[in-house]
């Protein structure tokens, strides 16, 4: 096999078969494909897209390129959940605790923020002495004993995929769906869920900016997860404003502590209850997605779900009084208001851009190598369709500096008041 005549049949739009996409994977992988060659490949698949059988095969060859997680030891299903990113995006710390306190067993592998977006993980780390690095077998008895852990990746997951994503940075072939969707779903597969719930978002806090594409990509990684033999589902989220109304990492912590309570905002009560509920019926602890929902609302208000918040901070080595004493939650030195400039009905928060003015605080990294500062952030007083009277706070900003001109000429800039404004759609769509 020759990498000429594949490039040259990905080029003319013929479809390749596994044999040829196995020895793609594995010669990029090895060095043995250069990066000239595999360029050309990526801008050709680009181009003349994939089959749904073509992105699985190339999935599977990514997630088996490096260590395949065996969660076999877990009992029963393991359900995952992922986001293909948002802004003040705090579901899973809400979710994870409160699917596992009815007794589905979550396993899930998170991610670190870059740029506008934040991370589960350094969320989790605003909480004194949270120990995201857990070891397999350590990661396993928690699930096994606990029903939950939140991880980050051990051991070397898809090594394909990274190379190519950064080989996609710059060579312009990272917005090609097959492209992402096999990216994305060959770390769910190597981490090793049974089931996988896809939180698809879309506008412009979000890769896919328009429900187009939006739609094509959770429709292909649903097709894909099946064809993997993954339970998979994928909902169609609106990203065009932040969620919920804390973006930080200490700030979106008590934000998960309230709606653990019952008493978060509508919009991130709503989307946890939604993916919750497909995450108890996919594994099998209700039958369907109504009594999923109930028993959800019912661990809420009984404390169930806030205890094993509690049990899964306790057991990740954090300090688990932060429930009941948010003050042992990082404080930021100074908090200052955004007053608006006029009265009338907020008509857009542009999502990216109000996680720039969160990231420049210093809640988010604006390179790989930036350090989180996890007091500060933004606290959204109103959203899309509320109405505001001239001088109301928009924002609350929490900042360890004085000085913070910068991060409110974004807001100014990205939050428009108009005569009316409608509130979004939060849920656009289920696939199953
Ligand atoms: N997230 C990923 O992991 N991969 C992509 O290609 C895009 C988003
Ligand atoms: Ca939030």
Known sequence: MRMVDIIMDKRDGKKLSQEEIDFVITGYTDGSIPDYQMSAF????????MTDEEITYLTMAMSQSGDMIDLSEINGIKVDKHSTGGVGDTTTLVL???????????????GRGLGHTGG???KLEAIPGFEVEI??????????????????QSGDLAPADKKIYALRDVTSTVDSIPLIASSIMSKKIASGADAIVLDVTTGDGAFMKNLEDAERLAHTMVRIGKLAN?????IISDMSQPLGNAIGN???IQEAIDALRGNGPEDLMEMVY?????????????ATLEEARKMLEESISSGKALNKFKEMVANQGGNPDVVDHPELLPQAKYTFELPAKESGVISKMVADQIGVAAMLLGAGRRTKEDVIDYAVGLNLNKKVGDAVQEGESLVTIYSNREDIEDVKKVL????FISESGIEPKLIHEIIT
């Open 42 to 49: 990526l801008m050709a698949t680009y181009f003349t897209d």
């Open 96 to 110: 994870a605790p409160l699917v596992a306190s009815v007794g589905a067993a979550v396993a899930k592998m998170s």
């Open 120 to 122: 589960t993980l350094d």
């Open 135 to 152: 070891q397999n077998d350590q990661f396993i008895k928690i699930v096994n004993e606990s029903h939950v852990a939140v991880a980050g």
């Open 230 to 234: 993954r339970q998979t589902m994928a």
């Open 250 to 252: 200490a700030n979106e």
């Open 274 to 286: 939604v993916l919750g509920s497909q995450m108890v019926v996919l594994a099998e602890k209700a």
């Open 412 to 415: 100014y800039d990205n939050i």
